[in-house]
């Protein structure tokens, strides 16, 4: 099966546009809220993490992807930029839902240990 090189290469480019802005914003953020001498944090409304080596990944992974342009100038090898990006984001995503895990974990098991719900082992013994 033969894929039309253009549309590939637009949704390649749409992608790369996008985690590159995201990314330069995510990055931005962190940098200033790093270098922030009396302590004022700078939040963007609905704007999830504020996280510098994430925005730095983030932009990575777009900079792999904008080079999907070389498809346009029909040069094949360039598909490659476009499964490396892939893997990329696959692994970079496989990391946060882990870390998104592991975070509602440390609340579950901080709500139990302060008495959330409380099971005593005389309360086992009697069933």
Known sequence: ??????????????????????GLL?????LLNLLSVNGNELVIPNFPSRDLLGGFSSV??????SRAILLGRSRQESVGFIIVG?????????????????DGLGSFLS??????MVLELADLRKS
């Open 1 to 22: 099966m033969r894929y039309n090189n253009k549309v590939i290469m637009v949704h390649a480019l749409l992608l790369g546009s996008i985690y590159l802005g995201v």
């Open 60 to 65: 990575v992974i777009g900079l792999v992807y």
């Open 26 to 30: 995510e990055f931005t953020v962190a």
């Open 111 to 116: 709500y139990m240990l302060r008495g959330g």
């Open 86 to 102: 892939s893997l990329l984001l696959a692994a970079f995503c496989i990391v946060y839902v882990l870390i998104l895990l592991a």
